[in-house]
């Protein structure tokens, strides 16, 4: 199973900005579809968005003209630019495969996001 480390959380300000970064331990060029996850306290981890490898994007539509996710298939990473955040936004943030796949069963530990002032 692939295994996934995210990185870049952090407490922001309602209107800030963070970007998250995940690295992957095998190639995601060969796992296609990669995705950005997130849960709320006392929610349903949700995709939120996904990337294929031709690098076609989806958004749910909360984050669309917010979100942005990239992909760097020579170093194995993702990337998720968050811009104009909300206190909505506030879950831990995780990445794993995309939309149309079976998400590995190897979690990572995901990366903390908090909007507050």
């Known amino acids: 199973q692939v295994q996934f480390v995210e990185t870049g959380g952090g407490l922001v300000q309602p209107g800030g900005s963070l970007r998250l970064s995940c690295v992957a331990s095998r190639s995601i060029e060969r796992i296609g579809n990669m995705g950005w996850y997130r849960q709320a306290q006392g929610k349903q981890r949700e995709l939120v968005a996904s990337?294929?490898?031709?690098?076609?994007?989806y958004y749910i539509e909360s984050v669309k003209g917010r979100f942005t996710i990239s992909r760097d298939n020579a170093r194995n990473l993702v990337t998720l630019q968050m811009n104009s955040l909300k206190p909505e936004d506030t879950a831990v943030y995780y990445c794993?495969?995309?939309?149309?796949?079976?998400?590995?069963?190897?979690w990572g530990q995901g990366t903390q996001v908090t909007v507050s002032s």
């Open positions: 794993n495969t995309g939309l149309y796949t079976v998400p590995s069963r190897d």
């Open positions: 990337i294929t490898k031709d690098e076609d994007t």
